[in-house]
């Protein structure tokens, strides 16, 4: 769980690193985000049961993703040439972009929900947790492009990157073979894209936590 003083250290991060991009609307954008009356990015979780399922998980899963595929680029900046491959060159301000913003999907998703467990001596106890409300069901990576959109253009690569970063996940739902041949298509085209599945895979799964419900209302 995070601190009220670490949700808004990584607010005032993320808003520096969205601060440097320079492209027309990304003023709306980070406007957009920071009016809690139309999006709770900021205090949001990542997840409901799975990895930041807890007040602000969703900003540091957004941090983390970016630290990662920062330091993924540039193995891939030095790998590549030793197999005898140029790698493509990605931008601070690319991975900014697909990093932070690949997840916007998960605004006004989740809602505070009552739940219950049973302790060690097999009592129901009470805790807070979340639960999928999603008020605008467009997808997952093709909705982060919509939103995104409605306010700053993507280029075709950072499209590609955001709507495919879940890569073959699909949260238990089918991927028919056409769908599989065009993540691995958008992979062999744009290379950011499967660095950026691989950044928030290993976000997710090595380095974020998942609050267990025992220890959902733990005082920070």
Not at 50 to 79: A, F, P
Not at 107 to 135: H, M, R, S
């Amino acid at each position: 769980m995070l601190s009220d003083s670490q949700i808004e250290k990584n607010k005032q991060e993320y808003l520096r690193l969205l601060g440097t991009v320079k492209r027309e609307g990304i003023d709306k954008l980070i406007e957009w985000l920071t009016d809690p009356n139309s999006c709770d990015f900021f205090t949001a979780p990542s997840s409901s049961v799975y990895h930041g399922n807890y007040k602000g998980g969703l900003c540091e899963h957004s941090l983390n993703v970016y630290k990662c595929l920062i330091k993924l680029r540039d193995m891939y900046d030095k790998m590549m040439p030793e197999f005898g491959k140029t790698p493509v060159k990605y931008s601070d301000e690319q991975c900014i972009i697909v990093a932070l913003l690949h997840d916007l999907c998960k605004v006004l998703y989740y809602v505070p929900t009552e739940k219950f467990y049973k302790d060690d001596y097999n009592q129901w106890q009470k805790y807070i947790g979340y639960t999928v409300k999603d008020q605008f069901p467009f997808g997952h990576g093709e909705k982060s492009c919509f939103l995104i959109q409605r306010f700053m253009m993507l280029t075709g690569v950072e499209a590609l990157a955001i709507r495919w970063h879940m890569g073959y996940e699909k949260s238990g739902l089918h991927i028919d073979s056409t769908e599989k041949k065009s993540i691995g298509d958008a992979w062999n085209i744009a290379p950011i894209a499967y660095l950026l599945h691989q950044a928030d895979s290993m976000s997710a799964f090595l380095i974020e936590d998942m609050i267990e419900p025992k220890n959902a209302n733990r005082n920070i």
